[in-house]
């Protein structure tokens, strides 16, 4: 897909072993059958939405939707850039990176999920690092942080193994009960060192708020 009024419609990431880009409509089917398989054990609740909860039928069209209100409520001051990841043609997940009145702060977000077979196998590392290699080198970005449910193994994982340090609490509802956020920041002296090559970032820039 390409259009010269959409130009994140050309944005790449590449890294060792994944892809990532904007999705196209067969992408994002890819993806819906991934969500409606099942992203996590259905006893814990990994997500401050919980959308996993919904049957796999409404998991799936709500994936489509969640992804298409996304392209629709873009601004340069508060954006959400969700890339599905390609591994040796496969569509395995998806990775978010988002920014608020990023020109001033230089702070992004990220946010991911993994269809359950692709996970434990590094993928979740490397296809962070890919959204960061475009934050710190591609963007400019001075921070990025991450949270979780403090029962989130894999994502503490993540952080740890790509720098990120400690940087607080805070408490959610999830499922009529409270849960405990912790906070991981990492700052640009730290961004991992994981290969990224990006491409087509030049047209993009203005709608990420960047001259």
Not at 64 to 84: C, I, K
Request: with cysteine; aromatic share 8%.
């Amino acid at each position: 897909m390409t259009s010269p009024h959409w130009p994140l419609f050309g944005l790449r990431l590449r890294t060792p072993r994944l892809r990532l880009r904007l999705p196209t409509p067969a992408d994002l089917d890819a993806l819906a059958d991934l969500a409606a398989e099942g992203v996590h054990d259905p006893d814990t609740q990994p997500f401050a939405v919980p959308w996993t909860d919904a049957p796999p039928a409404e998991r799936a069209r709500g994936l489509l939707q969640y992804h298409w209100s996304e392209w629709a409520a873009w601004r340069p001051s508060a954006w959400t850039l969700n890339l599905v990841v390609d591994l040796d043609g496969t569509i395995v997940g998806t990775q978010g990176l988002m920014g608020t009145d990023f020109p001033i702060l230089r702070e992004v977000s990220t946010g991911s999920w993994l269809g359950r077979r692709y996970q434990g196998q590094g993928i979740g590392t490397e296809m962070r690092a890919a959204v960061l290699g475009l934050a710190f080198d591609g963007l400019g970005a001075e921070y990025a942080v991450s949270a979780a449910f403090a029962d989130n193994a894999a994502s503490f994982a993540v952080s740890r193994k790509l720098g990120y340090r400690e940087d607080g609490i805070e408490r959610r509802v999830v499922r009529g009960r409270p849960m405990v956020v912790r906070r991981m920041r990492l700052d640009r002296a730290g961004r991992p060192t994981v290969p990224v090559t990006i491409e087509g970032l030049a047209p993009c820039l203005p709608l990420f708020g960047l001259e």
